[in-house]
């Protein structure tokens, strides 16, 4: 076995290595993984992505829990549906 040093960002560091503890693995498992790919296919050959929300999203989850934190605070101060089909119906008006 041969030893790499890599030289990175710390923050570079700190970020790849939150990554690869999401994804279950090391950084030495991240680059021999990669390694083999590259070798394998002459490429690099594929993405391992960690899902994030998009600014829309986002924004819809942040709205959310303003809402959920309003009707904790006053159950009547937020409207509330008995079911999907009430829902939808308030929704198309």
Known sequence: MANLTIT???????GLSDFCEQVGMTISGLFNVFTKQVLREGRIP????VDRPN???IKAMKEGDKLIEKYMKDPSS???YNNVDEL???MLK
């Open 8 to 14: 990175l960002d710390d923050e570079d560091k700190k």
């Open 46 to 49: 594929f993405e391992i992505a």
């Open 55 to 57: 600014r829309t999203t």
């Open 78 to 80: 937020v409207k509330t």
């Open 88 to 90: 939808m119906e308030a």
